[in-house]
């Protein structure tokens, strides 16, 4: 069967390598899926966002993967530096204008 | 860098108290939100509005009131504050759907309460 990444409170790694961070959603009829990051003390950032039609989208060292079948989104970051480190929430539009937030994961970057 | 800006950021404050929390944004976005965060923890949206004279309860029942009277201002009231209150409030503003954008929210940096 496929497997899919579980969701981690706390991920830990290694300045320099590469970062998975796992989320399930709830709805499947949303259509607009968002990765938020949030440093200690301030709101949450955008970081890249992705539509319903599509599968995987990429921005500056982030890849964002979309699997609709079971109802799975992660976000990938590319040789993870000390400034990523943080609180990273992925969001999902469910409607009327709302977003749904789901539990963090808190990235620590070991230099 | 968004322009939305909360005040106070910390505020610290005894039982029974009444406080308001601001949030204004100088976007024209016509949508604002509110969110309760514990640390570390998820959002909760406890309020938001479409526009001026919108106002709506969100997913999390909260004991605070909302206004919308003018299109950049959002501001949060508790008219008797406990100690279950203590907690970040997040607001948040985004653009229209029909704007063409699909509504990345902006937030400020939020108010840190602690009811005594």
């Known amino acids: 069967g496929e497997s899919v990444g579980l969701h981690l409170p706390t991920l830990s790694v290694q300045e320099g390598d590469n970062s998975i961070i796992n989320c399930a959603y709830s709805?499947?009829?949303?259509?607009?899926f968002i990765w938020y990051k949030q440093e200690s003390g301030k709101g949450p950032q955008f970081i890249i966002d992705?539509?319903?039609?599509?599968d995987k989208r990429q921005g500056q060292r982030v890849t964002v993967l979309l699997n609709k079948t079971v109802k799975h989104l992660s976000l990938q970051i590319a040789a993870t530096q000390p400034g990523d480190s943080a609180v990273y929430f992925c969001?999902?539009?469910?409607?009327?204008?709302?977003?749904?937030f789901g539990d963090g994961t808190t990235l620590t970057v070991k230099p | 860098e968004a322009d939305i800006y909360q005040t106070p950021r910390y505020l610290v404050i005894g039982t029974g108290k009444k406080i308001t929390l601001e949030c204004s944004q100088t976007m024209g976005h016509d949508k604002m939100y509110w969110y309760q965060q514990d640390p570390g923890m998820e959002l909760h949206l406890i309020h938001y509005s479409y526009g001026v004279n919108s106002t709506e309860k969100g997913d999390l029942s909260s004991e605070s009131t909302v206004s919308r009277i003018r299109t950049e201002h959002f501001p949060l009231t508790l008219e008797s504050a406990r100690p279950s209150h203590t907690s970040q409030y997040l607001c948040a503003s985004s653009k229209s759907l029909t704007g063409g954008s699909l509504g990345e929210l902006f937030f400020g940096e939020g108010s840190r309460l602690t009811v005594l």
């Open positions: 709805n499947s009829a949303s259509d607009y």
């Open positions: 969001a999902e539009w469910v409607g009327a204008g709302k977003s749904t």
């Open positions: 992705i539509r319903s039609n599509m």
